[in-house]
């Protein structure tokens, strides 16, 4: 009989001491997360550390951590687009977090704050802190969570300056600058520092792309330029020299040389259409065709007529002066004349001196000479000749 209610007596004894450590503790505590105010929104630079303040309480108590009570926290970081990434976690008097990650107080406590050191752009996003709390027993009495936001800046990081154009006298160039890196964007101021300072603003100045228009360059505007990237946690720069030249640019020679080219040859070509020109409307006057008409001959007397070998008529004497007609003209008639190709005489052949133009000497018998033809009034008529190949001589 004993052994049979000994098991019974050691049930009892355990029920009763399990309720009595049941009612020591509160049923269900109520777990309460605080963060200070205006800090539930963070941000950051870059490189730097950050703290994310969280606190936990249960309600009706004071912030002291209980004999019974052992908490579990844990971090996580939420980022639009990506999964949910888990930064640290403290889960039986053990903590695990990533690089950088790491709770400010030592545990167990109800400060449950967390530490990053080494700020990256990447590091920004929702922190949540989930608090469980548990009793000796790992009977959950309380659960709750917050939710902070953290944004890192960056700082600009060096920008590069670069000229665009040509630096000479009369022209314009662009000094242009951009900064590889920067959170928020940077915005731009161009200054020059010598020989004398000077600050630049629009509409010359575009302060969001970084660019710098200098017109009408002349050797004043020679210096040195600096420009200077900058947001609200930091700024950056870069100089550029500028050296206005006052030499023309090789673009500028070489087209004075092919102006030069090209007027010299129209120059040449009108010189050579006057020239065909002209001798087209002389040839017209000088030349004879070989089809056209041969100047009709006067009709002459037969024994007056003197003509060179060549052709050419030296001198005429009219017959109508020297010879009286041999009989009356019958009336109604017309007494003809002999053509002057058909009546004139083979003349002698007189020697031609040094190329002068050949002296007509009437040889024919009873003739009369020169002198006598001009006492009588003849008039002496020079008719040119003409060659075989129809032109005039």
Known sequence: MISLYRPQATNLLRFLFLGLSTLALPSRAQVEMHVPAGLARLQAVEGEEVVLPVWYTLAGEVSSSQPWELPIVMWFLEQEGKDLNQVLAYINGVTSSKSGASLLYPMPSRNVSLLLQGLQEKDSGSYKCSVNVQDGQ???????????????????????????????????????????????????????????????????????????????????????????????????QCNVTLEVSTEPGAAVVAGAVVGTLVGLGLLAGLVLLYQRRGKAMEEPANDIKEDAIAPRTLPWPKGSDTISKNGTLSSVTSARALQPPHGPPRSGALTPMPSLSSQAQPSPTVPRTGGAHPQPISTCPGGVSSCALSRMGAVPVMLPAQSQAGSLV
């Open 138 to 236: 790992g009977i959950p009495r309380g659960h709750n969570s917050k939710t902070l936001e953290l944004n890192v800046l960056v700082p600009p990081a060096p920008p590069s300056c670069h000229l665009l154009g040509v630096p000479r006298v009369g022209t314009n160039v662009t000094l242009s600058c951009q900064s590889p890196r920067s959170k928020p964007p940077a915005q731009y101021q161009w200054e020059k520092l010598s020989p004398s300072p000077q600050v630049f603003f629009a509409p010359f100045l575009d302060a969001i792309r970084g660019s710098l228009r200098l017109t009408n360059l002349s050797s004043s505007t020679s210096g040195l330029y600096v420009c200077r990237a900058h947001n609200e946690v930091g700024s950056a």
